[in-house]
Nanobody, 116 residues
Framework: VQLQASGGGLVQVGGSLRLSCKAS????????MGWYRQAPGEQRDKVAT???????RYVDSVKGRFTISRDNALNTMYLEMNSLKLEDTAVYYC???????????WGQGTLVTVSS
């Protein structure tokens, strides 16, 4: 499985960005995808996940501001980010895992920089 993330950039506090992650290769119908982020000097943390059935989970810090979604026909996942804060600055990575398997696949990351 290959993942291609895009959509990062520079945005001011309070602004919005939409990230996309296109999956290709051997995609199983039952899977989970997610967005993680890693700020400079920090560990990679989970932001949000979405199952192939549409079940979503968010870390508390982004609830009400970020929305994760996916288009299964296009094998593409999205992260709509609104009301961005300085602390949202990070490299955002997308992840794919087939349900029932432990192996995770990762995209290359896309940088989101929130400035004041």
């Amino acid at each position: 499985v290959q993942l291609q993330a895009s959509g990062g950039g520079l945005v001011q506090v309070g602004g919005s960005l939409r990230l996309s992650c296109k999956a290709s290769g051997r995609i199983f119908s039952n899977n989970i995808m997610g967005w993680y982020r890693q700020a400079p000097g920090e560990q990679r943390d989970k932001v949000a996940t979405i199952s192939s059935g549409g079940n979503t989970r968010y870390v508390d810090s982004v609830k009400g501001r970020f929305t994760i979604s996916r288009d299964n026909a296009l094998n593409t996942m999205y992260l709509e980010m609104n009301s961005l804060k300085l602390e949202d600055t990070a490299v955002y990575y997308c992840m794919y895992r087939s349900l029932g398997y432990a192996k995770e696949y990762w995209g290359q990351g896309t940088l989101v920089t929130v400035s004041s």
